[in-house]
């Protein structure tokens, strides 16, 4: 048997999420969600007119911002939501049936994320880790949001655990397989969110090292050259029309922001012209002063931030609540009290070493890429803008949180270790709960 096959308890952990995320979506009201109209006009326009649409299309200018998603080459969530669509379409017309059927894409998104979670915890983990990893990530209430409403972000962070998943195994062999699970993340990641393309970069940097430091240096960069080409060619064959598409029609802007930037300079009312926007930047404050500032939002920005990573619903209006927070804040503490102490009483190899430092990157990146958008282009301190880095976080607070209880089960028993990660998990489950029905559906039924 595999070592990293699910068990039931483990697929009814996977299945139960898939319903949970399901359940957040069929309640939620339409542009609930941030950004949730101008997301779901794209798939709307291939469902209705079975094209993709250009950019510049006035169908789907914002009014307002003057710009539209069409832009990005970012068409793998669009596309499938469109399909989701067109099935349902069968059955019924109705926008609101429609509008669901495009959010379940988000849905699957969220609960392919719990599944690679989990079986990248079984090849990681040998204690309660391998259960704390993927519960961290399910059960995150803003993780439940994202997986409820037309949005990309969701759909990268599942990509970036395909990745991860990839590199669990290629820690072991760099296989054909592999490589295969590894392409298809990358796909993934690349049509669908730029804030995760560290995934991209850090799985180049991972790949070679692996390569280098194999037994026979020249054979083993031989066969990561082949290893890596196959996986390049793969990679190609499923992005290329999209990133070459984007540059005919917007002069070579592959990726389609700056063309984004100028239809919002052209189009948009005066006070969001990029040009106009009241920006950090551009309103002469300094680094520091945006991060502590409370005029944006009445909150600092690592606050929001933090705060809106953890769990706020709504257009950035309805919080989880202080405890909900505090708990968090408890678990993220123990996790880094618990990564610091491993660093002495576990041993690491140098795979271990670069695996970590590639991961800690993929950690660093889009909250650097969030805090250059607030303070540059468009104050938003939101923590979705940092959410591809969560796969990272919480490996290395599952990381952290199994070194203690490990610890501890040498002093009460490894029965009792087990047990108290299944109290943690059934805990994590029991809060998440407790914010739907408290905090989350008196919100939506306002």
């Excluded at 483990?10 to 949970?20: D, G, K, M, P, S």
């Excluded at 950004?35 to 291939?46: L, S, V």
């Excluded at 609540?321 to 660093?343: D, E, H, K, R």
Aim: glycine content about 10%.
């Amino acid at each position: 048997m595999k070592k990293n096959k699910l068990t039931w308890g483990e697929w009814a952990f996977v299945l139960f999420c898939f319903l949970f995320y399901l359940s957040w979506s069929l309640v939620q009201p339409y542009t609930y969600g941030p950004d949730e109209e101008m997301r779901f006009q794209i798939p709307e326009f291939i469902y209705l007119y079975g094209s993709l649409p250009n950019g510049f299309d006035a169908r789907l200018i914002s009014p307002n911002w003057g710009f539209s998603y069409a832009f990005y080459p970012c068409w793998l969530g669009p596309l499938c939501s469109a399909l989701f669509m067109k099935i349902t379409s069968i059955f019924s017309q109705d926008f609101f049936h429609l509008l669901c059927a495009a959010r379940f894409t988000s849905v699957i998104s969220g609960a392919l994320t719990v599944y690679f979670a989990m079986k990248s915890g079984k090849l990681l983990f040998k204690g309660p880790g391998r259960w704390i990893f993927p519960g961290l990530i399910g059960m995150l209430p803003q993780f439940a949001f994202l997986s409820s409403y037309v949005n990309n972000d969701v759909i990268a962070i599942m990509g970036s655990s395909v990745i991860f998943y990839g590199w669990c195994l290629g820690k072991e062999d760099w296989n054909i397989k592999n490589c295969l699970i590894l392409a298809g993340g990358v796909i993934i990641v690349a049509l669908s969110y730029y804030n995760a393309y560290g995934w991209i970069l850090g799985s180049m940097i991972l790949f070679i090292f692996n390569f280098l430091w194999e037994s026979g240096k020249n054979k083993g960069m031989a066969v990561m050259w082949k290893r890596a080409g196959f996986t390049a060619v793969i990679v190609l064959l499923f992005i290329s029309f999209f990133f070459i598409r984007n540059a005919v029609l917007y002069e070579g802007d592959i990726l389609g922001m700056s063309t984004l930037t100028k239809a919002g300079e052209m189009y948009g009312i005066p006070q969001l012209k990029p040009s106009m926007r009241r920006t950090p930047y551009n309103l002469g404050m300094t680094l520091g002063e945006m991060m502590e500032s409370v005029d944006f939002t009445g909150r600092p920005w690592y606050k929001m931030t933090y705060e809106s990573l953890i769990g706020v619903f709504g257009c950035m209006n309805v919080f989880a609540g202080p405890f909900t927070y505090q708990v968090y804040t408890v678990i993220f503490i123990l996790g880094l009290a618990g990564l610091l102490v491993s660093v002495f009483v576990r041993k690491r190899d140098r795979h271990q070493w670069i695996f970590e430092a590639v991961l800690l990157f993929c950690f660093v990146i889009p909250i650097l890429l969030s805090i250059y958008y607030s303070y540059y282009t468009d104050y938003q301190a939101q923590g979705r803008y940092c959410a591809t880095m969560l796969v990272a976080l919480m490996y290395f607070t599952a990381f952290g949180m199994e070194t203690l209880l490990e610890g501890a089960g040498r002093l009460v028993g490894k029965r009792l270790e087990n047990l108290a990660g299944a109290v943690f998990l059934a805990g994590l489950i029991g809060l998440s709960l407790k914010i739907y029905f408290l905090t989350y559906l008196p919100s939506v039924k306002i």
